[in-house]
């Protein structure tokens, strides 16, 4: 199987949901401080790992038969989202990010990582069941 090209305007797509998060957290006053700025900066980092991992780990399974994708797809997804709440804890409690900058802006970032995941995903199993392989 071809490797999937990833579309420019998903791209631009997620690109610009990032910098739209980071303009209305600016815009309504989130962004105050240098701890506010790198808040986000390491909130957007974060999601973009996570959506780094995300497309290696389908580009790895899609290969697969449908139940090892189903329980490698979502296991994966599973340790992300507790890699993610020891994330939200450690930042909070540990290096004591505000509370309300921090929520906005991680999930403004992880919302549009989330799309992009869904939208590559949806386009790779569409090719593979666009060519009648049992494997999705």
């Keep these: 199987m071809k490797k999937k090209k990833i579309p420019i305007s ?16 600016y815009i309504f006053g989130a962004m105050k401080t240098t701890i506010d700025y790198v808040t986000g900066i390491v909130n957007a980092v ?16 899609v290969k697969k038969s449908n139940k090892i994708f189903m329980l490698e797809f979502f296991g994966s997804m599973l340790v992300r989202m507790f890699l993610i709440l020891i994330y939200v804890v450690i930042s909070i409690k540990l290096f004591g990010f505000p509370i309300l900058n921090f ?15 869904l939208y590559y995903l949806s386009g790779i199993t569409k090719k593979e069941i666009n060519k009648g392989e049992d494997n999705i």
Excluded: K, P, R, W
């Design 46 to 61: 974060i999601c973009l790992l996570n959506l780094i991992t995300g497309i290696l780990i389908i580009n790895d399974v």
């Design 10 to 25: 998903m791209i631009i797509f997620t690109a610009c949901g990032f910098i739209l998060t980071a303009v209305l957290l």
């Design 103 to 117: 929520i906005f802006s991680f999930f403004g970032f992880y919302i549009f990582s989330l799309i992009y995941e």
